[in-house]
């Protein structure tokens, strides 16, 4: 094989190994903000159930679940723009 064709090759599967790893990177990102949004909304119902049962202690968890997602979405965000520099700054090719 020709030691050109080699390097491209090898340029190719390591390009496409790093494009792969951003991406589960961005799907966990992903299912995190899910997860966290999901305990959020938990929170915030039981909360407000307990609001209505005359507990005004409750609104602090409501602010609480908030802020949650708030630090969720920052996280996030974080996240899939480092994912995104990864795969746009790694070299294509080798050459």
């Given at each position: 094989?020709?030691?050109?064709?080699?390097?491209?090759?090898?340029?190719?599967?390591?390009?496409?190994?790093?494009?792969?790893?951003?991406?589960?990177?961005?799907?966990?990102?992903?299912?995190?903000?899910?997860?966290?949004?999901?305990?959020?909304?938990?929170?915030?119902?039981?909360?407000?159930?307990?609001?209505?049962?005359?507990?005004?202690?409750?609104?602090?968890?409501?602010?609480?679940?908030?802020?949650?997602?708030?630090n969720a979405v920052s996280n996030?965000?974080?996240?899939?723009?480092?994912?995104?520099?990864?795969?746009?700054?790694?070299?294509?090719?080798?050459?």
């Open positions: 094989m020709n030691p050109a064709t080699i390097r491209l090759a090898g340029a190719g599967r390591a390009y496409q190994s790093v494009a792969q790893s951003t991406a589960i990177t961005i799907q966990d990102a992903t299912d995190y903000l899910r997860n966290i949004s999901t305990v959020a909304s938990t929170s915030a119902g039981v909360a407000m159930a307990m609001l209505v049962a005359g507990n005004p202690n409750a609104a602090n968890i409501i602010e609480e679940a908030q802020t949650l997602v708030q996030y965000t974080l996240m899939t723009k480092a994912a995104i520099e990864v795969a746009t700054s790694y070299p294509k090719s080798f050459g």
